[in-house]
């Protein structure tokens, strides 16, 4: 798998009218690719995305010290950005050529605490998809054991802007 290729900055990222020429499961695997930078987001945070089908998301992430919260456990932040990341990454494999979405409200589910290093994999599965709304769920699962740490489910805009 080729290493990502994060934006440092604003000027690394497509011009909208270079992301909107393409669906968003073409945008998707680009960016796994490496052809297209993924947010600088994801290398802060410790994760990113793996794979993308029409439809399903699977994002790889080790969360380590700098995630922690100030007890020394992961931090929820770092499980809702993660299953936000996959969740929306579902909606957008069903986006067409011109659409975007934005996330209207996502919910997550904490089931148990994430260890300093414990390797973890994220699924977004696509549940519905309109012309105005797109939904999702997400799971975050120990990549060894299997063992369910969170749930969530999202809810996003769907948009086709006029450029």
Not at 6 to 34: C, E, H, N, T
Not at 66 to 84: E, R, S
Not at 92 to 118: C, D, Y
Request: glycine share 12%; with cysteine.
């Amino acid at each position: 798998m080729p290493e990502p290729r994060y934006a440092d900055g604003p000027d690394d990222f497509l011009k909208p009218q270079d992301v909107l020429s393409m669906s968003g499961l073409d945008y998707i695997r680009k960016m796994i690719a490496g052809e297209v930078p993924s947010p600088t987001v994801q290398r802060l945070m410790s994760y990113r995305i793996i794979e993308a089908e029409l439809g399903h998301v699977t994002l790889h992430g080790t969360p380590e010290h700098p995630q922690t919260n100030g007890y020394g456990g992961i931090h929820g932040g770092w499980y809702a950005m993660v299953l936000d990341t996959a969740m929306t990454c579902a909606v957008v494999t069903g986006l067409k050529q011109g659409q975007t979405q934005t996330t209207l409200e996502f919910k997550v589910n904490l089931i148990r605490a994430i260890k300093p290093g414990t390797e973890v994999i994220a699924t977004g599965q696509l549940d519905h998809i309109g012309r105005s709304t797109g939904v999702a769920r997400g799971e975050i699962r120990g990549a060894e054991d299997g063992r369910l740490y969170a749930t969530g489910t999202a809810t996003c805009f769907i948009m086709t802007p006029e450029l």
